[in-house]
């Protein structure tokens, strides 16, 4: 059986903010929870094909998803030996403690905080949640979502990362909104140069049942199913390079490669966010 470090399992388009530059597309105007009930059939098959590490549930923001503890408890069935992770803006981690307590018991926070008013709410609930805490500073220049980030340990034990996620790369330096609200690019880049600048290219998703080299990946197809896309780059973006359970074994034969997809990406610049990320979202036009 195939074994990879870690999976991001993708379960919401739903985000309390609109980042400029978010990696999944979430300052846009869309919004929706993946039904577990509806891939349950697909999902149950990947424990039989690969194992992880380490999983991850995100969004969106995956705490503001009405059947989070059920995918939780689909992680722990599906990959119990794994290390457990929600990956969340912090804004709604109260909501743990009533929708499943001891969650901590098998699961951690990687808290990725968007605003210095959002770090200090997030660390004061750590500091109720476990008291006497260490805290270890890490400074990472060469991360995606942060420069600096706090490992958070209880007795020796890992329960958190706090992240002061307000300097990212701007993946999306390259998109624009038309005049009509259709989504577009400025140009093209060269795919083989920007995958081997892409610090995501491992970052496997799985979103709707199927497995992706990297987010972009796992969220264009969803993109131009959603909204309006120039013509000039729809092909493209409308392109599935995923692979379902089925499909796996030949998937994992060649998947780790450029394509074209790659083109759209500008791994070059980082974006600030300045002030308080409850900004609008973008308007695009919907199909």
Known sequence: MTTYDDIQIYINHTCDLACPG???????????????KDLEFELNKWPQKVKFKEVFLLGGEPLLHPELKQWMEWV???W????????????????????????????????STHSKDDYDIAKSYINKKWADVSIETINHPEAVDAYKKHVIKK???????????????NIHENLIITDNNFISWKK????????NKCPGKKCKYLLNGKLY????????????????????????VDQDFGCSADEFEEWNKEYYKSNSQCSLCSWSDRVNIKDDPKNKKTFVKHL
């Open 188 to 195: 093209l880049n060269d795919p083989q140069e920007q995958w």
């Open 80 to 111: 119990p030996e794994s290390i457990k992770h929600i990956t969340t803006n912090g804004r709604h981690i109260h909501k743990l403690d009533k929708l499943y307590p001891n969650w901590d018991e098998k699961w951690h926070l990687e808290i």
């Open 213 to 236: 080299q990297c987010p972009l990946q796992a969220i264009f197809p969803h993109l131009a199913k959603e909204f309006a896309i120039d013509d000039k780059y729809k092909q493209i």
């Open 155 to 169: 007795e020796n034990k890992f329960k958190a990362i706090l992240s002061e996620s307000w300097d990212f790369y």
């Open 22 to 36: 978010c990696i999944t597309f979430n300052n846009l105007n869309w919004g929706h929870h993946f039904n577990f």
């Open 76 to 78: 722990e069935t599906a």
